[in-house]
């Protein structure tokens, strides 16, 4: 079996490949790492700054972390919605019961988040038969 020595420690053809492997991983990690380095290095160097502060915007940390790999901070929305929706096969002994029933039995749902309804009417409610 063949043996290769390496800074005084004998491997085997398995144990090298190992050895190699890690130690390739390793320079990689390193040049991903002194990468980052110098791109968060750059980042800061490059602003403008006064009395020792930075102002930095959002977008642009946004930006340098999405350089290095990292993922984007993320920010909460508010939406106004108009939603249209037409209600049918709906039992209830009348319009009335029809018209107050529908209005307590419609819900929305976003998954995250939340949603407030503020504002819903039952127009046009008509017979079917």
Do not use: P
């Not at 977008?59 to 037409?86: K, Q």
């Amino acid at each position: 079996m063949d043996t290769i020595t390496v800074d005084g420690v004998t491997y085997n053809e398995m144990e090298f490949r190992q050895y190699k492997n890690a130690h390739d991983n390793t320079a990689t990690m390193k040049e991903l790492l002194n990468g980052v380095r110098y791109k968060v290095r750059d980042f800061f160097s490059e602003l403008e700054w006064q009395d020792g502060q930075a102002t930095v915007t959002k977008s642009e940390v946004n930006e340098l972390l999405e350089s290095i790999g990292c993922d984007a901070l993320r920010s909460t929305f508010r939406a106004t919605v108009n939603i249209t929706a037409y209600v049918m096969d709906y039992e209830a002994a009348n319009e009335d019961d029809a018209t107050i029933c529908i209005a307590d039995d419609i819900s929305l749902d976003i998954g995250t988040g939340t949603i407030e309804i503020s504002n819903l009417e039952v127009d046009e409610v008509e017979d079917e038969n």
